[in-house]
């Protein structure tokens, strides 16, 4: 199993730009989830999904920011747009919840500096 | 007060001592815990999960988890220098099992 697949590993991008975050779960796991990772503020959950239905976007911490998963297999973040203090490494995570237990498997994370 | 709080801190010890990393959590409703370790640079990898009262061990871990204190810990025996490492307790919201919150870590230096 190749694991939760996220792209771009780094992203260095303008204030103001687009920025689109990519991730591919585990296949089979049925919860996805996209965290930020600051020191100042540790891992923070965003949103998550749960059989590609987001289920608590309540960690999103602005309308600059958006999530979807189309399909079982594919998620973005996005973030338009963007602000220095978006600069942070962005992890997605993915579940078996009760089938294959709910701990998560995390991707490479993104680290996202925003100029 | 944080859902889920730990001691930052480094914990140095000798290689081959015992590792105690301590995590305490706000919800009494919390059924799950997980413990993560974080090697710098990159992204959490689970090592352990721990639902009941008592101890668990896997190897040279064991997570212990007292639910009326509200207290979970991760020992870590015969500690290498590779667990040098930042570790994270996680634990789930309320009756949610999807849900986490994450403590901010403690770093850990095993010292040769």
């Known amino acids: 199993d190749a694991g939760v697949i996220q792209s771009p590993r780094h992203e260095v991008t303008e204030m103001g730009q687009e920025v689109t975050l990519r991730c591919k779960p585990i296949?089979?796991?049925?919860?996805l989830f996209w965290y930020r990772q600051t020191m100042m503020r540790g891992l923070e959950l965003l949103i998550y999904f749960n059989n590609n239905v987001p289920i608590d976007d309540s960690g999103m911490p602005e309308d600059r920011f958006s999530a979807k998963m189309p399909n079982a297999s594919f998620s973005t973040l996005k973030i338009q747009p963007s602000e220095p203090r978006d600069s942070a490494v962005y992890f997605c995570a993915s579940s078996g919840g009760r089938r294959l237990g709910y701990g998560y498997t995390f991707g490479s994370g993104t680290r996202l500096t925003v100029v | 007060q944080k859902e889920v709080e730990q001691n930052s801190g480094p914990l140095s010890v000798p290689e081959g001592a015992i590792a105690s990393l301590n995590c305490t959590y706000s919800?009494?409703?919390?059924?799950?815990f997980f413990w993560y370790r974080q090697y710098s640079g990159k992204s959490p990898e689970l090592i352990m999960s721990?639902?009941?009262?008592g101890d668990k061990e896997d190897g040279r871990f064991t997570a212990q988890l007292n639910k009326a204190s509200q207290y979970v810990s991760l020992l870590i025996r015969d500690s290498q220098p590779s667990d040098s490492a930042t570790y994270l307790c996680a634990v789930n919201i309320g009756y949610n099992f999807n849900k986490f919150y994450f403590g901010s870590g403690t770093k850990l230096n095993v010292k040769p």
């Open positions: 721990i639902y009941s009262n």
């Open positions: 296949s089979g796991h049925n919860s």
């Open positions: 919800d009494r409703g919390s059924q799950s």
